[in-house]
């Protein structure tokens, strides 16, 4: 027998609106033959007996991810098959499969493509598989079959990156490494809109890059020309490529880690060899942007995610603002800001406010040109407004 899990009355509500999430408080009982074990599938009933989901059950304050909402699909290989198939349809759809200028994308982004806890990335013929919750890597065989079948010869390797994203207290002792295929190189070149990036999924952070600011990264491009950029927060260089290809006179690239802003100069290098003014400085942003003075009229503040959950959300919102206030104080007249808040606990307005609260401390007239998300391969389920994390503005300055 399938554990049974039933419902407190009322709490099926946002299940009816096909939420994908189960919190451990809604739940009112448990039925099931021995102890019930995280990552099992397991079935959900109203305190009435109605069926209303199927899921992965786990440890914390999210009980359930929902697989379905289907009491007939059976979580089977079928089923991971079709679920890979209409994320793949998603991908062709979005004309990335078959790209000429681009090799890597978002192929399944969690509860966007009604896959919780699954990340899922390509670069050129190798998908970096990463499962955040205990239930996706217990599938991550039936994964990569499902993964096999939709790419058949366009796919060579798959690796397996979850070690630092399942539950460190489910004691599964996860090790990276290929679980099909293999790879004789660990830096492989991949191409984003023609431009071309070094990209390492056995040693670099998420899967190697990060695919979600490929169309921000296209607007930076389109405003360089002309102009002395600084990109901080830079990791693999990203912003920092686009703004030379777009013809900016210099560019600063700054980070905290020494490792990515040798491979933002490698990246530099690999698509311009020795022909752009380009600086890499290992320091603190939030240190470095005091002191940068009228120097520039582009910058860049794609931090990391200072609010990971709500318990630390005015501590974050009070770093953007200080951060954002120190640029647009020192940024050049004329100039054009582009920030970022990639926290998932933080709402656009609550971003936008924030960025406000930091023009009116600089004393500077600022005009919104762009309000800026992530693409459309990292999708956002209708039922859970919670998937769109990324939020930017592209500032223009007086």
Same mark, same amino acid.
């Given at each position: 027998?399938?554990?049974?899990?039933?419902?407190? $009355?009322?709490?099926?509500?946002? %299940?009816?609106?096909? $939420? !994908?999430?189960?919190? #451990?408080?809604?739940?009112?009982?448990?039925?099931?033959?021995?102890?019930?074990?995280?990552?099992?599938?397991?079935?959900?009933?109203?305190?009435?007996?109605?069926?209303?989901?199927?899921?992965?059950?786990?440890?914390?304050?999210?009980?359930?991810?929902?697989?379905?909402?289907? !009491?007939?699909?059976?979580?089977?290989?079928?089923?991971?098959?079709?679920?890979?198939?209409?994320?793949?349809?998603?991908?062709?759809? %979005?004309? *990335?499969?078959?790209?000429?200028?681009?090799?890597?994308?978002? *192929?399944?982004?969690?509860?966007?493509? #009604?896959?919780?806890? *699954?990340?899922?990335?390509?670069?050129?013929?190798?998908?970096?598989?990463?499962? $955040?919750?205990?239930?996706?890597?217990?599938?991550?065989?039936?994964?990569?079959?499902?993964?096999?079948? =939709?790419?058949?010869?366009? %796919?060579?390797?798959?690796?397996?990156?979850?070690?630092?994203?399942? !539950?460190?207290?489910?004691? %599964?002792? =996860?090790?990276?490494?290929y679980i099909w295929g293999k790879s004789d190189h660990k830096a492989h070149v991949v191409k984003e809109n023609n431009e071309k990036f070094l990209v390492n999924w056995e040693e670099g952070q998420k899967t190697g890059f990060f695919l979600d600011q490929r169309q921000n990264r296209e607007l930076v491009r389109h405003y360089a020309k002309g102009r002395t950029v600084l990109n901080t927060f830079c990791y693999t260089g990203g912003f920092s490529v686009y703004a030379a290809s777009g013809g900016a006179l210099e560019v600063c690239s700054v980070d905290a880690s020494e490792r990515a802003v040798k491979l933002a100069d490698e990246n530099m290098r690999l698509n311009f060899g020795d022909s752009v003014k380009h600086s890499a400085v290992a320091a603190d942003a939030v240190e470095y942007i005091k002191q940068i003075g009228d120097k520039y009229d582009l910058i860049i503040l794609d931090p990391p995610a200072f609010a990971k959950h709500h318990k630390v959300l005015g501590n974050a919102m009070q770093g953007y603002k200080r951060i954002n206030a120190r640029a647009l104080s020192q940024i050049k007249s004329g100039g054009i800001l582009f920030t970022f808040s990639c926290s998932q606990a933080v709402s656009k307005e609550l971003f936008r406010t924030t960025v406000f609260s930091a023009a009116a401390i600089a004393g500077r007239k600022v005009r919104i040109l762009h309000q800026l998300t992530q693409p459309a391969d990292h999708p956002i389920n209708i039922y859970h407004p919670e998937g769109e994390y990324l939020k930017g503005l592209v500032l223009y300055v007086e």
């Open positions: 027998m399938r554990t049974q899990i039933y419902l407190r $009355h009322g709490k099926e509500e946002s %299940l009816l609106r096909k $939420h !994908p999430w189960i919190f #451990s408080g809604a739940i009112e009982k448990v039925k099931c033959k021995g102890e019930l074990q995280e990552g099992e599938v397991v079935d959900v009933f109203t305190k009435k007996g109605e069926f209303i989901a199927r899921g992965h059950y786990q440890i914390g304050s999210i009980a359930v991810r929902v697989l379905t909402f289907e !009491p007939e699909e059976e979580i089977n290989q079928q089923w991971w098959n079709n679920r890979i198939a209409v994320a793949y349809d998603v991908r062709r759809t %979005l004309d *990335l499969t078959e790209n000429e200028t681009t090799n890597c994308y978002r *192929l399944v982004h969690g509860e966007g493509d #009604s896959l919780p806890g *699954l990340v899922i990335d390509i670069y050129d013929k190798v998908a970096v598989v990463q499962c $955040h919750s205990v239930g996706m890597y217990l599938s991550r065989m039936s994964i990569a079959e499902a993964l096999r079948t =939709a790419f058949g010869e366009k %796919l060579t390797a798959i690796y397996d990156k979850s070690s630092q994203t399942v !539950p460190f207290k489910a004691g %599964l002792n =996860a090790v990276d490494g």
